[in-house]
């Protein structure tokens, strides 16, 4: 007792002690800087790369803009708040003024509070000594007498220099996932939004950059990079108004979704994760990637295997024997893993197609007369690993749980529900803890029955179509979505905590989860149903942005393609898979023995380059977007001594110029030796086994023929290479 009192008054008198001071937030190489001053709101002065002692002593204070760290709602209210609630008697106004700042670890709270109502909201900022990312939360906490509404409620507020200022965002939708836009900012305001309620990067994401110095540019250039680390709605809104400064203000989306907060409760934000570089776009993707493989990817330490998903070889047509061959086939070309996606499932109603099933986890025995066990046991003496796909946040109408629980599907008070896939699937209601412990156990059952199963996909088809919780309160209605991701959470923290070592693919509908705030219980995302390589050469480019080539699962499937019927080359499938988290998904049953050693081979080439894939730093060299023919990147390892070079031609013409494309990240005065992976050509390349220094590859670049010199019979339009670098 006596010593919890001791820290009460040290930690007091260290955020009672702060008049005024400068608050620095550093990172490996970069800072945010603070004024904080007792009694005012907290002002930004400087975010960027590490300040000289003596500059941030002589530090300017911004000019010509709103530099409060967290504006609220109610004493300036022409300008946009990242706070804004009604307190208990109804006012609609907030002030938040400093009360002191105190520190733990890498984490820095400012702690702010209204000098009239009992509101007190905490700013966190949480730096890495070892990456460039600052993870900035807020906590609100209500200590008036009874409940008030938070209406709106950033996670954070970043005031961005007007000069040029461009944005570079994702947007798509299902098979079209990850494309990338960039528009220049401009008066007005830009909002970025997502209200799906169950996944949200299908359409637009939740990470942005900021070029500061024109369009931007792959490897030059200042560039901020932001991300929120959400799994449900959030908004991103860019307020341009007649000052000096573009506001960036991002959280939960509040849409629909205003918070009662309790007496002594405490709101907690997302965290938005934020970095700069001075190296361009790839330099903020790169430390992105870093950042993500050590902090927040689950095992982003651990190489991923190469694997087989059942989906598009078999769609929901599960049997033993096929998912033995398929098992047998993948292992026969070096595979690692086999993937059993949906139609495994249901008693009273077996899965045979989308219409029914969804929460009845139990084998259907007709399709699988040896349980999973025996799938276990097959996968074991093929010497690989196995895996299962589930969908533990859905039902359908026509499943035994539905019948036994209709209370547990998300539907608005007095309305029939709004169903969605196959016309009979429904959204269950995580906001209700049953819920949670029923999908829990779908995860525990299966881990229990079989503990061999090595990875699981969880997959989710379905948006909250309709707004309503059987589960929550009339007067709580809208607290579904924030309610939703919290039951998320929880589910998600108990099967981690009890199966730390599982692999588990965040999918949904393709890259509907392609988070930061998923990525902590998830090894990987699948980037999108659609597979077709020339799109994924697109979609791919533009996810790199802010995820690593480890979590992007990227498969070699059949041609024509069964999204966009385009007939791709073997090679050119294999060279695009090759560049994110390899596998495949196939029917390997219909491949030739030609077609399968081609891919035995581009298998064990993969192994020998997958650290350099998996762990290595992105430099993107030529966009796709940018309509040269051509898109290039490549990965370098830490130590620059081993790089590989991707090379997608993506248009065909006769009499083509296409660029010679400059490779980066290499070092200058070093040699490195080239030799060309999955080759496909009767006589090696000209620079084949070659050595070329560093500055001759980033200042010249090789030349890449345009074509293939394969046989008359064997030729087509497609044209890639692979290029494996080593130092010697
Ligand atoms: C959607 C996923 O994106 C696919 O890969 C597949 O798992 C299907 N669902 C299965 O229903």
């Known amino acids: 007792m006596k010593k919890n009192l001791f820290l009460l008054f040290v930690l007091l008198s260290a955020a009672v002690g702060v008049r005024a001071e400068k608050v620095t937030i550093a990172a490996k190489n970069i800072a945010i800087v603070l004024d904080v001053e007792n009694g005012r709101q907290p002002q930004y002065l400087y975010f960027g790369t590490r300040l000289s002692a003596a500059d941030e002593a002589a530090l300017q204070l911004p000019q010509g803009g709103r530099m409060d760290?967290?504006?609220?709602?109610?004493?300036?209210?022409?300008?946009?708040?990242?706070?804004?609630?009604?307190?208990?008697?109804?006012?609609?106004?907030?002030?938040?003024?400093?009360?002191?700042?105190?520190?733990?670890?890498?984490?820095?709270?400012?702690?702010?509070?209204?000098?009239?109502?009992?509101?007190?909201?905490?700013?966190?900022?949480?730096?890495?000594?070892?990456?460039?990312?600052?993870?900035?939360?807020?906590?609100?906490?209500?200590?008036?007498?009874?409940?008030?509404?938070?209406?709106?409620?950033?996670?954070?507020?970043?005031?961005?220099?007007?000069?040029?200022?461009?944005?570079?965002?994702?947007?798509?939708s299902w098979a079209n996932e990850g494309r990338l836009a960039e528009e220049e900012l401009l008066p007005g305001q830009k909002i970025i939004k997502n209200k799906d309620g169950v996944r949200n990067s299908h359409t637009d994401h939740a990470e942005v950059m900021f070029s500061l110095d024109g369009k931007g540019r792959e490897n030059a250039g200042d560039v901020i990079g932001a991300a929120l680390c959400y799994s449900g709605n959030y908004k991103l809104k860019v307020e341009t108004?007649?000052?000096?400064?573009?506001?960036?203000?991002?959280?939960?989306?509040?849409?629909?979704?205003?918070?009662?907060?309790?007496?002594?409760?405490?709101?907690?934000?997302?965290?938005?994760?934020?970095?700069?570089?001075?190296?361009?776009?790839?330099g903020a993707s790169r430390n992105f990637h870093k950042w993500g493989r050590t902090y927040q990817l689950?095992?982003?330490?651990?190489?991923?295997?190469?694997?087989?998903?059942?989906?598009?070889?078999?769609?929901?047509?599960i049997n033993e024997a096929g998912m033995d061959q398929m098992m047998a086939d993948i292992a026969g070309m070096g595979g690692e893993l086999f993937v059993m996606d949906d139609g495994w499932f249901g008693e009273k109603y077996p899965r045979k197609n989308d219409h029914t099933s969804l929460g009845d986890w139990q084998v259907d025995r007709q399709k699988l007369p040896h349980g999973i066990e025996g799938l276990i046991a097959d996968a074991g003496k093929h010497g690989i690993s196995f895996g299962i796909w589930i969908e533990p946040e859905m039902t359908n109408r026509i499943s035994e749980l539905y019948e036994k629980h209709p209370d547990w599907i998300i539907k608005a008070p007095r309305r029939d529900a709004v169903q969605g896939r196959g016309g009979t699937q429904l959204v269950l209601d995580l906001s209700n803890p049953k819920v949670q412990d029923f999908a829990f156990g779908i995860v525990d059952g299966l881990m229990t029955r079989y503990p061999g199963i090595d990875y699981i996909k969880w997959d989710a088809n379905m948006a909250v179509m309709n707004h309503g919780s059987q589960y929550l309160p009339m007067q709580d209605q809208s607290h579904l979505y924030i309610a939703y991701h919290e039951g998320f959470r929880k589910l998600c923290d108990r099967i981690r905590s009890k199966y730390p070592d599982?692999?588990?693919?965040?999918?949904?509908?393709?890259?509907?989860?392609?988070?930061?705030?998923?990525?902590?219980?998830?090894?990987?995302?699948?980037?999108?149903?659609?597979?077709?390589?020339?799109?994924?050469?697109?979609?791919?480019?533009?996810?790199?942005?802010?995820?690593?080539?480890?979590?992007?699962?990227?498969?070699?499937?059949?041609?024509?393609?069964?999204?966009?019927?385009?007939?791709?080359?073997?090679?050119?499938?294999?060279?695009?898979?090759?560049?994110?988290?390899?596998?495949?998904?196939?029917?390997?049953?219909?491949?030739?023995?030609?077609?399968?050693?081609?891919?035995?081979?581009?298998?064990?080439?993969?192994?020998?380059?997958?650290?350099?894939?998996?762990?290595?730093?992105?430099?993107?060299?030529?966009?796709?977007?940018?309509?040269?023919?051509?898109?290039?990147?490549?990965?370098?390892?830490?130590?620059?001594?081993?790089?590989?070079?991707?090379w997608w031609k993506t248009d065909n013409f006769a009499n083509q110029h296409l660029p010679r494309i400059k490779m980066a990240g290499l070092q200058a005065n070093r040699n490195y030796r080239v030799h060309e992976l999955n080759r496909i050509d009767n006589k090696p390349l000209d620079f084949e086994r070659k050595s070329?220094?560093?500055?001759?590859?980033?200042?010249?670049?090789?030349?890449?023929?345009?074509?293939?010199?394969?046989?008359h019979a064997e030729r087509n339009e497609w044209s890639s290479r692979v290029l494996f670098l080593e130092a010697q």
């Open 502 to 646: 599982l692999t588990i693919q965040a999918c949904a509908s393709g890259g509907g989860r392609a988070n930061w705030g998923v990525l902590p219980w998830f090894d990987e995302f699948w980037v999108s149903d659609n597979t077709d390589a020339l799109q994924r050469v697109y979609m791919q480019w533009g996810t790199s942005y802010f995820f690593p080539a480890i979590a992007m699962a990227s498969h070699i499937s059949a041609v024509p393609n069964h999204t966009v019927f385009r007939t791709t080359s073997l090679k050119y499938r294999i060279d695009v898979a090759m560049s994110g988290r390899l596998g495949m998904e196939i029917q390997p049953k219909n491949m030739t023995d030609a077609e399968k050693a081609l891919c035995r081979q581009a298998i064990t080439e993969y192994k020998q380059i997958r650290p350099v894939v998996q762990f290595g730093n992105i430099y993107r060299l030529q966009s796709p977007y940018d309509r040269q023919g051509v898109a290039s990147l490549m990965y370098v390892d830490d130590a620059r001594s081993k790089a590989v070079f991707y």
């Open 298 to 317: 689950a095992h982003g330490n651990k190489p991923r295997k190469i694997l087989l998903n059942s989906w598009e070889g078999v769609y929901f047509d």
């Open 241 to 282: 108004d007649d000052t000096d400064y573009h506001y960036f203000f991002a959280g939960i989306n509040e849409e629909n979704s205003e918070y009662h907060l309790k007496r002594g409760e405490t709101f907690r934000t997302p965290v938005l994760a934020l970095t700069f570089s001075r190296e361009g776009l790839s």
């Open 69 to 172: 760290a967290y504006p609220a709602y109610g004493l300036n209210t022409p300008a946009e708040a990242a706070l804004a609630m009604r307190h208990a008697d109804g006012n609609l106004s907030t002030a938040l003024v400093a009360t002191g700042v105190s520190r733990q670890g890498n984490v820095t709270t400012i702690h702010l509070e209204d000098p009239v109502y009992a509101t007190q909201v905490d700013l966190k900022y949480k730096a890495y000594a070892d990456v460039d990312m600052i993870e900035m939360w807020t906590e609100i906490t209500n200590r008036e007498k009874s409940a008030v509404t938070l209406t709106q409620f950033a996670s954070a507020m970043l005031p961005i220099r007007r000069g040029n200022v461009w944005l570079s965002h994702l947007y798509g």
């Open 692 to 711: 070329f220094s560093g500055a001759y590859l980033m200042e010249h670049g090789l030349e890449i023929p345009y074509t293939h010199s394969v046989d």
